[in-house]
């Protein structure tokens, strides 16, 4: 069974910065980081193979956010930059039960953390 938990959340102004973090317990594979705004369907954000030699990003962050892993402390960051209060939202890190290419459906993560709450104010 694997365990995750995010943190790092919290308010920021526009064009600022913050960075998440996802402490894992067990083993965990293709890493990815969802975020659902009120009202909106969850999306995926970023998401890395075990190996990091993989990532994806949506559109919307390209260029602004950075995912990347560390196994050796069995941790996964999302570095967030240029901040949009679209970017407002819970972020989820989560985790594939095996090996995979990175995948945009939430459906192929079997590991979910609680979430943080990211803010992003005018």
């Known amino acids: 069974q694997v365990q995750l938990v995010e943190s790092g959340g919290g308010e920021v102004q526009a064009g600022g910065s913050l960075r998440l973090s996802c402490a894992a317990s067990?083993?965990?594979?293709?890493m990815g980081w969802f975020r659902q705004a009120p009202g909106k369907e969850r999306e995926i954000v970023a998401a890395i193979t075990r190996a990091a030699t993989n990532t994806h990003y949506a559109d919307s962050v390209k260029g602004r956010f950075t995912i990347s892993k560390n196994n050796a402390k069995n941790t996964v960051h999302l570095q967030m930059g240029n901040l949009k209060p679209e970017d407002t939202a819970i972020y989820y890190c989560a985790s594939t039960k095996d090996y995979t290419v990175p995948s945009v459906a939430s459906s192929a993560y079997t590991y979910w953390g609680q979430g943080t709450q990211v803010t992003v104010s005018t």
């Open positions: 067990g083993r965990t594979f293709t």
